[in-house]
């Protein structure tokens, strides 16, 4: 598995986490450091449809690499949107199609608190994601 030196990071802060309110505490923190979409960037055709909760994804590139850029009206969503950009982007579309969610949620031990409805949310904005790759 190719993981940046951000998504190792990640995968080690919450190796050390005892137990889910940490976990979640930790979850919280990450969406934080998402960086804050602009209102223009808040629109319909940057919207994933498919998920509970409104996310928004700004494609861009760096080369042959993805930089996607996220956000969401929910807490706990933001969260997982900033950890799962740590997996996918600096990818190329080809590494990108190898991404498998569920397990990269599993390694951080957050696979169990994902609802149905949420895995399904993550697929579509990984759905997204390939597409805009």
Request: charged fraction near 20%.
């Given at each position: 598995m190719n993981l940046t030196p951000a998504a190792r990071e990640a995968l080690d802060a919450f190796a050390v986490c005892p137990g889910w309110e940490q976990r979640a505490r930790l979850l919280m923190q990450w969406g934080e450091r998402l960086e804050p979409l602009s209102e223009e960037e808040r629109c319909e055709s940057n919207r994933v449809h498919g998920c509970e909760s409104t996310v928004w994804l700004v494609p861009g590139h760096d080369g042959e690499c993805l930089q996607i850029r996220a956000s969401s009206d929910a807490r706990l969503l933001r969260g997982l949107l900033a950890l799962l950009l740590l997996r996918v982007n600096g990818l190329t579309a080809a590494e990108l199609a190898e991404v498998d969610v569920a397990?990269?949620?599993?390694?951080?031990?957050?696979?169990?608190?994902?609802?149905?409805?949420?895995?399904?949310?993550?697929?579509?904005v990984l759905t997204r994601i390939r597409q805009l790759a």
């Open positions: 397990d990269w949620f599993n390694r951080l031990g957050l696979a169990r608190q994902l609802s149905p409805s949420r895995s399904n949310g993550l697929n579509a």
